[in-house]
């Protein structure tokens, strides 16, 4: 029988130990296209995919999948300029996701600001988009509709079925092979709409670098990534975090002191979202999730080139969460 195509880039990453090796970025490329354009067989999917959790994705093969994936997507030609793109991944299941008022904050302080995610692909989570809703604030259905959105409210949530499909049936495997998948990093990666800042929130500390060495690959202008609560975009404020950065291809690493004394917040009890709301409106307190909603904010202004130093961000933060218009 004729080897198919795709065989090559399994044995690559699967040929034993002393002849494994990883992908280069352009062969990373070439697969993903491969497997984003149908040419692949599902038994060579599951495999290539599990090698690549077994031995852990390089920058590289990141890069490289990313790089294929946006070329592959097609914004519409008049969305307006996105400042900032934040990816939802992950799922709550300690804390609320506080994170949400974080970037509404900075929505209504003039930053226009791109969403995406899925949801469901664990089970006894809260995603974003099932956050967004019980604040009832809008879901795009397209890329076309998430600019309309854009223009309007500076925010928009758009699911990553509607932006593509293969993508999502990717890590909708997750249930079938019971591992998360690099494609959960290369969607975090996705920028769809070409955001100048990238915000990235991560569970494993090891990905901090594997995020920014392939941002620096893929000439991402700005970017940071930092080990949040849940794999989220959240700053946990009862712990020092450090905050991985791309600017104009250097990269550095800020260490961001705790907001809060130990010890750390146990698990929320009852994950009610009607809460998230209350604290919004000023209907009610809570002290560590206005930690966290100002903890995040601060580090997003820190990217986004609005602050000067880690002290003034936190500064700033505060300024602008206790200025918001409350209405939603």
């Given at each position: 029988?004729?080897?198919?195509?795709?065989?090559?880039?399994?044995?690559?990453l699967a040929r034993g130990k002393?002849?494994?090796?990883?992908?280069?970025?352009?062969?990373?490329?070439?697969?993903?296209?491969m497997i984003l354009t149908d040419?692949?067989?599902?038994?060579?999917?599951?495999?290539?995919?599990?090698?690549?959790?077994?031995?852990?994705?390089?920058?590289?093969?990141?890069?490289?999948?990313v790089r294929a994936a946006q070329?592959?997507?097609?914004?519409?030609?008049?969305?307006?300029?996105?400042?900032?793109?934040?990816?939802?991944?992950?799922?709550?299941?300690?804390?609320?996701?506080?994170?949400?008022?974080?970037?509404?904050?900075?929505?209504?302080?003039?930053?226009?600001?791109?969403?995406?995610?899925?949801?469901?692909?664990?089970?006894?989570?809260?995603?974003?988009?099932?956050?967004?809703?019980?604040?009832?604030?809008?879901?795009?259905?397209?890329?076309?509709?998430?600019?309309?959105?854009?223009?309007?409210?500076?925010?928009?949530?758009?699911?990553?079925?509607?932006?593509?499909?293969?993508?999502?049936?990717?890590?909708?495997?997750?249930?079938?092979?019971?591992?998360?998948?690099?494609?959960?990093?290369?969607?975090?990666?996705?920028?769809?709409?070409?955001?100048?800042?990238?915000?990235?929130?991560?569970?494993?500390?090891?990905?901090?670098?594997?995020?920014?060495?392939?941002?620096?690959?893929?000439?991402?202008?700005?970017?940071?990534?930092?080990?949040?609560?849940?794999?989220?975009?959240?700053?946990?404020?009862?712990?020092?975090?450090?905050?991985?950065?791309?600017?104009?291809?250097?990269?550095?690493?800020?260490?961001?002191?705790?907001?809060?004394?130990?010890?750390?917040?146990?698990?929320?009890?009852?994950?009610?979202?009607?809460?998230?709301?209350?604290?919004?409106?000023?209907?009610?307190?809570?002290?560590?999730?206005?930690?966290?909603?100002?903890?995040?904010?601060?580090?997003?202004?820190?990217?986004?080139?609005?602050?000067?130093?880690?002290?003034?961000?936190?500064?700033?933060?505060?300024?602008?969460?206790?200025?918001?218009?409350?209405?939603?």
């Amino acid at each position: 029988m004729q080897e198919h195509p795709f065989a090559p880039y399994i044995r690559i990453l699967a040929r034993g130990k002393s002849n494994t090796r990883p992908l280069t970025m352009d062969e990373a490329d070439a697969a993903m296209t491969m497997i984003l354009t149908d040419i692949v067989l599902p038994e060579q999917i599951g495999a290539f995919l599990m090698v690549l959790r077994y031995k852990e994705e390089t920058p590289e093969e990141i890069a490289g999948f990313v790089r294929a994936a946006q070329r592959l997507i097609a914004p519409p030609p008049d969305h307006p300029v996105v400042d900032l793109d934040w990816s939802c991944y992950a799922g709550k299941r300690r804390q609320l996701p506080w994170y949400i008022l974080s970037a509404l904050t900075l929505a209504r302080a003039g930053t226009k600001i791109f969403m995406h995610g899925v949801t469901g692909h664990t089970a006894g989570r809260i995603y974003a988009e099932q956050t967004l809703r019980s604040l009832e604030l809008p879901i795009a259905d397209s890329l076309t509709e998430a600019a309309r959105q854009l223009s309007r409210f500076n925010l928009c949530y758009v699911p990553l079925p509607n932006i593509s499909l293969r993508l999502s049936a990717l890590i909708d495997l997750k249930s079938v092979l019971g591992l998360r998948s690099p494609v959960h990093t290369l969607a975090r990666m996705l920028n769809p709409l070409a955001a100048k800042y990238v915000l990235q929130g991560i569970f494993h500390p090891g990905f901090n670098a594997v995020h920014q060495k392939a941002g620096q690959l893929i000439g991402q202008p700005h970017l940071a990534v930092f080990r949040g609560e849940g794999g989220e975009i959240e700053r946990r404020p009862q712990k020092p975090v450090d905050v991985w950065t791309v600017h104009d291809g250097m990269t550095q690493t800020e260490a961001w002191p705790a907001l809060m004394p130990e010890p750390r917040q146990s698990v929320d009890p009852d994950m009610d979202l009607n809460r998230l709301r209350a604290l919004w409106t000023g209907a009610s307190t809570d002290t560590y999730g206005e930690a966290a909603v100002i903890g995040t904010l601060a580090i997003a202004l820190k990217l986004l080139g609005k602050t000067s130093s880690i002290d003034d961000a936190n500064q700033r933060a505060r300024a602008l969460w206790q200025t918001r218009d409350r209405a939603l």
